[in-house]
T-cell receptor, first 115, second 116 residues
Framework: AQKVTQAQTEISVVEKEDVTLDCVYE???????LFWYKQPPSGELVFLIR??????QNEISGRYSWNFQKSTSSFNFTITASQVVDSAVYFC????????????FGDGTTLTVKP | DGGITQSPKYLFRKEGQNVTLSCEQN?????MYWYRQDPGQGLRLIYY???????QKGDIAEGYSVSREKKESFPLTVTSAQKNPTAFYLC???????????????FGQGTRLTVV
């Protein structure tokens, strides 16, 4: 069975601080996908980043970066220079390599960015 | 614009009633999904469909039913057998490919169902 753990329930930072959201996963699959989604107050989940299991290269995309480590089964997400508009619930998700929409989600981390 | 449309946004159900939540997508995705979200929790999979006229149970299918008569539509019925239906329901769709660039799921804006 797959499992995703987001140990941080809530995080509060002041604008312009960097913030890292933690994600630990469990799976028996050898190939899989990991995702981060953002859920603003409107409710819709918005895709942020994707990583497949055979590519551990860490990347930066604008203010977002991620650190994927298979050895520790972690997929952490960092927002640099946070902004008030980043306030939302962030979900880490895990899927197999064929059906990316059939995902196991963590319980989410509520990020509040204060001005 | 391509996307997923869920309706209604808010729905109230009386005890013992069946209600149907609508989900339509114009992304030409093969697969569609229904998730349930309770306060402070992540999403849990109710049902999913990878092809027209076929669907599979997810982790919490009891008390729900679905149909997939058209590629673009995947309605969810919350039956009277669902004992605690008050929740936020999200519909999603995605492509199905072994190695694709765009394998993420696209989500609708959700339906908030309340039992009165």
């Amino acid at each position: 069975a797959q499992k995703v753990t987001q140990a941080q329930t809530e995080i509060s930072v002041v604008e312009k601080e960097d913030v890292t959201l933690d994600c630990v996963y469990e799976t028996r699959d050898t190939t899989y996908y990991l995702f981060w989604y953002k859920q603003p107050p409107s409710g819709e989940l918005v895709f942020l980043i994707r990583r497949n299991s055979f590519d551990e290269q860490n990347e930066i995309s604008g203010r977002y970066s991620w650190n994927f480590q298979k050895s520790t089964s972690s997929f952490n997400f960092t927002i640099t220079a946070s902004q008030v508009v980043d306030s939302a619930v962030y979900f880490c998700a895990l899927s197999d390599s064929y059906n990316a929409g059939k995902s196991t989600f963590g319980d989410g981390t509520t990020l509040t960015v204060k001005p | 614009d391509g996307g997923i449309t869920q309706s209604p946004k808010y729905l109230f159900r009386k005890e013992g009633q069946n209600v149907t939540l609508s989900c339509e997508q114009n992304l030409n995705h093969d697969a569609m999904y229904w998730y349930r979200q309770d306060p402070g929790q992540g999403l849990r999979l109710i049902y999913y469909s990878q092809i027209v006229n076929d669907f599979q149970k997810g982790d919490i299918a009891e008390g729900y039913s679905v149909s997939r008569e058209k590629k673009e539509s995947f309605p969810l019925t919350v039956t009277s057998a669902q004992k605690n239906p008050t929740a936020f329901y999200l519909c999603a769709s995605s492509n199905l490919r072994q190695t694709a660039v765009d394998t993420e799921a696209f989500f609708g804006q959700g339906t908030r169902l309340t039992v009165v």
